[in-house]
């Protein structure tokens, strides 16, 4: 750089290493904070980057367990509050408010340790999360019921959104209609649907004979859409100058751990 014969110590805070760095310049503002200025280009070619979506998961909320990725994993519902529930049902039965009270306090207090916990084993593990915009009215069969189901994914959500954001990764909700009822592996609506066949769990597409989870596959089918959603955009954005989605992209890729370890 002209006028500096040393050269500068940098802390990368951007991430620049996947750049290559052309000219700039530095600055200086009215409170003696120097800034440098430079021109910076992906080092990744955009076909090598659309690899990178092999990165991106999708995720089943469901009532029978909490979430199915389309990975294969499935999150079954905290058994911790399952049993504070029961307490809750003896204490309000013999009409202990203040222990009804601190029951539900407690109740909540797992949940959100809960969401917490499998937001952030997300944020690590993918680059790029979908999860189904699914709400419970169709589902549930109490107006509480419905109510306790959406609150829970609505705070599920916004954990995973928040926590993605902090680390620059991708976070949308898809239209999960038809998820469930889509066989992954060839696009036929032959799975199980509607409320009634809510029981089955596995199922063997009749066209093609792929056998599927039931939530695993409506993941599958989450991950898909966020997937061509994703590319649409990336598309766009590089016609244009924002490369921050493709950098934090490559960057999650090569740090993240192994994303069948964290489950148990
Ligand atoms: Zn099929």
């Known amino acids: 750089m002209s006028g500096i014969d040393t050269p500068l110590g940098l ?10 760095l052309g000219a700039g310049n530095l600055a200086e503002d009215s409170r003696g904070r120097w800034y440098i ?18 990165d991106t998961v999708g995720v089943d909320l469901g009532l ?7 990975d294969g994993a499935v999150i079954e ?8 529930e029961e307490k809750l049902g003896i204490a309000q039965r ?24 499998l937001s952030r ?41 928040y926590k993605s954001d902090d680390a620059g990764n991708w976070f949308d909700e898809v239209n999960e209609a038809f ?35 039931r939530d695993v596959n409506s993941g599958k089918n989450i991950a898909a859409a966020g997937r061509r959603r994703l590319e649409a955009g990336i598309l766009v954005l590089w016609g244009g100058e924002d490369v921050n989605l493709m950098h934090s992209l490559a960057r999650r890729q090569q740090t993240r751990p192994h994303p069948t370890s964290c489950y148990g």
């Open 11 to 20: 802390w990368d805070s951007h991430g620049l290493g996947g750049y290559e």
């Open 37 to 54: 200025n430079i021109c910076a280009t992906p080092k990744v070619k955009p076909m090598q980057q659309l690899q990178l979506f092999n």
């Open 64 to 70: 029978k367990d909490f979430a199915a990725t389309s």
């Open 77 to 84: 519902t905290q058994q911790v509050y399952r049993a504070l």
């Open 94 to 117: 013999a009409n202990k408010k203040a222990r009804v009270k601190a029951i539900h306090a407690k109740i909540a207090n797992r949940r959100k340790d809960f969401h917490h916990k």
């Open 121 to 161: 084993k997300l944020v690590h593990s993918y680059a790029a999360i979908f999860i189904g915009n699914v709400n419970a009215s169709a589902l549930a069969k109490t107006r509480m019921a419905k109510s306790v189901l959406d609150a829970g994914w609505s705070q599920f959500r916004t954990q995973v959104r």
């Open 179 to 213: 998820s469930t009822v889509t066989c992954s592996a060839c696009g036929a609506r032959s799975g199980p649907g509607g409320l009634k066949e809510l029981r089955i769990r596995e199922w063997t597409c009749p066209d093609c004979g792929a056998k599927h989870h």
